[in-house]
């Protein structure tokens, strides 16, 4: 089939990897969000799917909404078959639904109908699910709700943050789409509804969101902060200053205030509503990111003082 795929960030590499590879597919265009600021120097930069495309020769779509007429114009030029679609990150009208025959298929990060919205992943870490996996599925107008063709699962790992097991959706989740390409173009594979109960919702984790709770038990401090690294970045404050938080390990039977920072030559702990968490890596506000007991041999915690 003629494919124009539509991605920006680096989650939807892979799939499209493996789709300019594929023998039985064509990807003729990409569409991507317009080129950004980035890093430190806060430079303008392509996204990794404008950057992948263009070193393979792949024509780039860079519309500011995938409504301008413009784009509409090339998007039927084009002649797509279908538009495969992994992390765009912006709303299709129904005017570009209308183009490709076997319209839009997004590759969706969880097992449908749960977690429809911005952020799969990183709530299911959140809410502490065991299995979550990723979907394919038709695009219609409402959020993420349109038929699904196919299911991938995994594992939630104990350890798992959202940037790793982001990372290994995306690779499984390239085979799927990849499969559910193939099966579409053959005529194998049929959509089916999804179910009416189970439907859960993901919205975008912001920054406010990601501020760390004390007060709340070491299981949910571990899920909040696994659920916001590496974005939006768990984070509190200490002395007034605001201090990125790593993955931390909870330390069974220790008890301390929640907030309560203690440190020792080989570890700082922080106390929540029931156990105490040991720190991982921290970011202090300005500074680069260093191990916790790096941070504190700097800051010398009193042992009254406290994470707010």
Request: net charge negative; aromatic share 4%.
């Amino acid at each position: 089939m003629r494919l124009v795929f539509a991605g920006t960030p680096e989650t939807a590499l892979p799939s499209l990897r493996t789709l300019i590879d594929s023998p039985r597919h064509e990807v003729v265009a990409v569409v991507t969000r317009p080129d950004a600021q980035s890093g430190r120097g806060r430079k303008v930069h392509p996204s990794p799917v404008a950057e992948l495309a263009e070193e393979a020769g792949i024509e780039v779509l860079r519309p500011q909404k995938a409504g301008d007429p413009a784009f509409l114009d090339r998007l039927r030029e084009l002649e797509p078959d279908c538009c495969p679609v992994v992390a765009y990150g912006a709303l299709l009208p129904q005017s570009a639904l209308d183009v490709p025959r076997n319209g839009w298929i997004n590759l969706h990060f969880s097992i449908l109908p749960a977690w429809r919205g911005a952020a799969p992943v990183q709530h299911a870490i959140l809410h502490g699910d065991e299995i979550t996996g990723a979907s394919t599925f038709q695009i219609v107008k409402e959020l993420d709700a349109g038929p699904v063709y196919g299911v991938v699962t995994e594992e939630v790992r104990a350890s798992d943050t959202s940037g790793a097991l982001l990372e290994r959706l995306s690779v499984s989740g390239a085979g799927l789409l990849a499969a559910t390409l193939d099966g579409v173009e053959d005529g194998t594979l049929e959509a089916r509804p999804q179910p009416a109960d189970g439907v859960t919702i993901a919205p975008k984790i912001a920054v406010g969101d990601a501020r760390v709770d004390w007060g709340k038990p070491a299981m949910h401090v571990d899920r909040l902060v696994r659920a916001c690294t590496p974005n939006p970045g768990a984070w509190s404050e200490f002395r007034g200053q605001r201090v990125k938080v790593g993955p931390v390990r909870v330390v069974a039977g220790e008890r301390l205030a929640p907030g309560q920072v203690v440190a020792t030559k080989t570890a700082v702990l922080v106390g929540t509503a029931s156990d105490a968490v040991e720190l991982g890596e921290v970011q202090p506000q300005g500074k680069r990111l260093m191990g916790a007991v790096e941070w504190a041999r700097g800051v010398r915690p009193e042992g009254d003082e406290v994470f707010k």
